[in-house]
């Protein structure tokens, strides 16, 4: 249908097609890049097939004679502060082949907390044993406890990881030190939590909620869930909206890019209004979902600590959304 009413080329190649169910945004995206570039030939390659799939997918898109790649799809399990990750990896071997790589910088603008871990013994409701809990406040007024708020009917998804190497990258034997969440609701009942111990594992807690009561107030604590000591440096990203993280200090750091978004050989696309291209030039803002850089390596691709943390390249444009497709009209 596309092609009969001149949206795209004819001739595209599928190597991989995605679920029947899905929202066909991989179409919303051909139908802007035949926009800027029509005569370009296109290829398509579902990236909803899982890190190790989504590589490959890098790959063979490549080997398919495609000179330039464009995504915007990132797994939350991608590392906040180590390079060599399947998806990461991908992307370095084909820009090295002569492809240039553009990936979005996703939509979580500056909701994320970064923080050292300055551990704080304290008794949590609903929890017993020996952890210590991450210290949100101050030396003189400490608490265990972050704010969130969350929509009702929204659900929330936090992303938080450590600085500790991925033992599914390169030669580690991964984590030394674990941590977990644990959501509380405004009366102080556990409603969601992450604990699994991940000594030994990849340094990634994933929380979910769907907000089903009345009440939008939350805390978070982040504590230790096994292993020695406690880690150095710790940040979650609070994905979903109507979540935002009730904070001051959110927003302070390395950014909310992670993964594959922060290597040098990507080019790493932020988001700006279609309405404000022109105000952009003269000062205009950038959308305030679009994700901030720059990004930090702490670990190389084999979990090697480096001597000095390394910020990635960040952001390194800004392009229009909002603007219309067939498939979504308008499409952010």
């Not at 670990?299 to 600590?305: N, T, V």
């Amino acid at each position: 249908g596309d092609v009969a009413q001149g949206l795209l080329n004819p001739g595209i190649t599928v190597l991989k097609e995605g679920a029947a169910d899905s929202s066909d945004e991989g179409r919303a995206m051909a139908e802007l890049i035949h926009q800027v570039a029509p005569s370009a030939q296109i290829v398509f390659y579902s990236g909803f097939g899982g890190q190790a799939d989504f590589a490959n997918g890098i790959k063979a898109l490549a080997a398919a004679g495609a000179n330039i790649i464009v995504d915007d799809v990132t797994y939350l399990n991608e590392p906040f502060y180590q390079d060599g990750g399947a998806i990461q990896a991908a992307v370095e071997q084909v820009v090295a082949s002569g492809v240039s790589y553009f990936t979005s910088a996703s939509n979580q603008g500056s909701n994320f907390f970064e923080s050292a871990f300055i551990p704080l013994t304290t008794a949590l409701p609903g929890l017993s044993g020996g952890f210590a809990a991450a210290n949100f406040g101050t030396a003189a007024a400490p608490t265990p406890y972050v704010n969130l708020t969350i929509a009702r009917g929204a659900t929330a998804t936090i992303d938080l990881q450590w600085d500790a190497p991925f033992a599914s990258i390169g030669a580690s034997a991964g984590a030394t030190t674990s941590l977990g969440m644990v959501l509380y609701d405004a009366t102080g009942r556990i409603v969601a939590y992450a604990l699994r111990s991940e000594i030994g594992g990849d340094p990634v807690q994933l929380l979910q909620l769907t907000n089903t009561s009345a009440s939008t107030s939350f805390r978070l604590a982040v504590i230790t869930d096994g292993g020695q000591g406690v880690p150095g440096l710790f940040k979650f990203i609070a994905y979903g909206q109507g979540t935002s993280i009730a904070d001051p200090r959110a927003g302070l750091g390395s950014g909310s890019i992670i993964g594959h978004e922060m290597v040098p050989e990507a080019n790493t696309v932020g988001a700006i209004a279609y309405s404000q291209t022109k105000a952009f030039h003269g000062g205009g803002s950038v959308e305030g979902f679009s994700s901030l850089g720059p990004g930090s390596f702490l670990f190389d691709a084999q979990g090697s600590r480096l001597d000095s943390p390394l910020s990635s390249t960040g952001v390194d444009y800004v392009a229009p959304d909002g603007s219309a497709t067939s498939v979504f009209n308008p499409f952010y």
